[in-house]
């Protein structure tokens, strides 16, 4: 069984304001120096062999439903398999 992974984040030219909620709060713990913007991640378990037509059906579920094209970018890769016994 495949893992497909579908990361969503907001467009750079998006305010964050949950990003600068979790930066302002590493900042008041001691973390200095980092900038967070937060997003979304779906993992997709894929049933049977992963193909091309497959992905391209995941992409457009992305653009369709995972994600809000207009203020949010995806990518959609496939995870590799944990090695036994990790």
């Given at each position: 069984?495949?893992?497909?992974?579908v990361?969503?984040m907001?467009?750079?030219?998006?305010?964050?304001?949950?990003?600068?909620?979790v930066?302002g709060?590493?900042?008041?713990?001691?973390?200095?120096g980092?900038?967070?913007?937060q997003?979304?991640r779906?993992?997709l378990?894929v049933?049977?062999?992963?193909?091309?037509?497959?992905?391209?059906?995941i992409?457009r579920?992305?653009?369709?439903?995972?994600?809000?094209?207009?203020?949010?970018?995806f990518?959609?890769?496939?995870?590799a398999?944990?090695?036994?016994?990790?």
């Open positions: 069984m495949a893992r497909v992974v990361d969503v907001p467009k750079p030219e998006i305010l964050d304001p949950q990003g600068k909620a930066t709060a590493l900042t008041r713990l001691g973390f200095s980092l900038s967070v913007r997003g979304k779906f993992e378990e049933e049977g062999e992963l193909t091309e037509e497959t992905l391209a059906d992409r579920a992305a653009e369709t439903l995972l994600a809000n094209t207009v203020i949010e970018t990518d959609v890769r496939v995870e398999p944990a090695e036994a016994g990790a």
